[in-house]
């Protein structure tokens, strides 16, 4: 806050008010220096202490809610208790995904499978989606909220399917994953506004909704491409595209 200095009236050693002289140890100067900002030269403004600042009346209701407690969060402001438990469970989704991925990545890896593209995408899309984990707790510690991991479940270890093939059937799971994590994060974002929490609403449509949109386009591509091409020749053809990320689209 920038406050402007009152008309001050300057005393130089030697004179007084009235323009006599006086000597440099009659003046005193006091201890404490008082200051006024005043408007047009009035001089009914409340003065500030040099020491002493007294908040505007607007400020003090925020200052009595600031907490004194050591366990409570200093950045908290207006961040409901559901807008906290929707993140954690964000978290969550996010972590159950990703664990889903690394699986997949860990089942195309294998000798007997081999196939490298799919591999590192899957792999690729196991971090990517950590990171999106990563990303929502710096959030919910900015905002003052408690991040509470929660238990995640055991993912498939097989990914074979006797119709479909392996790269078909993993793939259709992907995109299921996708959407599931795009619904949550509409009913994240539903939460926001319904508390009128336009940052958290705004932090998820930046970071999250358009790149969830997109990556359901992609896979779908995916799929659609893995239906065309079968179970046979084709899939290693569709892997290699992934190898070098030519990737089949």
């Not at 991925?101 to 196939?115: S, T």
């Not at 238990?151 to 790269?167: C, Q, T, V």
Request: with cysteine; aromatic share 8%; hydrophobic share 40%.
């Amino acid at each position: 806050m920038l406050l402007r200095a009152p008309p001050a009236i300057f005393l130089r050693t030697g004179e007084n008010f009235s323009g006599s002289l006086i000597s440099s140890s009659s003046v005193s100067i006091p201890s404490t220096i008082v200051c006024a900002a005043a408007k047009g030269g009035s001089s009914n403004s409340k003065p500030i202490t040099g020491l002493v600042f007294e908040p505007f009346e607007e400020v003090k209701k925020e200052l009595n809610l600031v907490p004194t407690v050591p366990q409570q969060s200093l950045a908290r402001q207006k961040f409901a208790d559901v807008s906290e438990a929707a993140i954690n469970e964000q978290i969550n989704v996010e972590y159950n995904v990703s664990y889903v991925y690394h699986a997949m990545y860990a089942y195309f890896d294998r000798d007997n499978v081999a196939l490298k593209g799919l591999a590192k995408f899957f792999k690729e899309s196991s971090e990517e989606e950590r990171d999106h984990a990563e990303k929502l707790m710096e959030y919910q510690n900015k905002r003052g909220g408690k991040v509470k991991l929660q238990s995640i479940l055991m993912p498939l270890s097989e990914f074979d399917h006797a119709e479909k093939g392996d790269a078909l059937y993993a793939m259709e799971l992907a995109l299921s994953l996708e959407k599931l994590t795009n619904e949550k994060l509409l009913h994240l974002h539903a939460v926001a506004n319904k508390n009128n929490d336009v940052q958290l609403a705004d932090f998820v449509e930046s970071e999250f909704l358009g790149e969830q949109v997109e990556a359901i386009k992609k896979i779908s591509e995916y799929v659609a491409q893995l239906r065309r091409v079968g179970k046979g020749h084709g899939v290693w053809h569709f892997d290699q595209a992934l190898l070098n990320d030519g990737a089949a689209v």
